[in-house]
């Protein structure tokens, strides 16, 4: 079994490992406060690259295909997973801050970064070339 990828926020830490099989990564989570360790991810295609904010833990997924990533987010209190990408290219290494939430994209044949803002519902804003407020 590998481990790898660790992140932390306050009392909980997030990493992806392959103990269901060598193609199966599943990302889990430990509470260091209560000590139980949970696997918050059930496909069985590989979830990767976790990243924690709070009560929200994004990462890239590839139930939707084999060869590239959707960003996902599962939600700690709710217990409700949602897609929170669905273009056809790549989009890799979410971070999460906040209510927000970025990751790599190539969706127009670049690798450029793109936002989410959880509160407002504004989805997939490309960063840096376009402005902020232009919705992509």
Known sequence: TEKSHPEIYGNKIVWHDNRNGSSNWDIYMYNLTTGIESKITTSTDNQTYPNIYGDKIVWQDYRNSTSTADIYMYNLTTGIESQITTDTNNQY????????????????????????????????????????????
């Open 93 to 136: 290494g979410p971070a999460i801050y906040g209510n927000k939430i970025v990751w790599h994209d190539n969706r127009n044949g670049n690798w450029d970064i793109y936002m989410d803002t959880l509160a407002t519902g504004t989805r997939a804003m490309k960063i840096g070339r376009a402005s902020c407020r232009e919705r992509v």
